[in-house]
């Protein structure tokens, strides 16, 4: 069997390394962002239905986990685009919970009685599937706009040196 073949000390092979720490840095990000979800979620539930603290504790956790993101991820700084980014953040929220929703409704379709685990499964499936949707629009949404700013010469305070992409 022949090796595998690695990606080259180039400019492309250095790029697709910095897309995958990228993304192992957003799934980390992700990841506290979701146990902020499910604090928020428990917290709220003391006072509020379940469908109501679901909701609330996303909302939350996603705008929270957006400026998380913004800055540790994709090394965002200042508030230029916030507004926009938050916008984005919240329509993949809505975009996730129509493909979860839509993923356990196929389920439930296709399989008379789903058990636990495979409600689980389709879930993790999909909210991984929705993870790579929204990382990709980050990444356009956050590192797009800072390498035209690069071009530009208007960096400012908004651009950090240390997460060139």
Known sequence: MPPVP???NTRVGSRWRSILVQLV???CVG???NVLYGLLYVLLREQLAAQPANALALVLSTIAGTFGHRYVTFGV???ERTVQHQALGLALLAFSL????GALWV???TVAEPSRRQELA???AANLGTGLVRFCAFRVAMVGHRRSMDASGTTGSNVSATRAP
């Open 122 to 124: 389709v879930l993790i």
């Open 31 to 33: 990841a506290a962002f």
């Open 6 to 8: 690695s990606l080259p």
């Open 25 to 27: 840095v957003f799934a």
């Open 77 to 79: 700084r200042g508030t």
């Open 98 to 101: 129509a493909v979860t929703a």
């Open 107 to 109: 389920l439930d379709a």
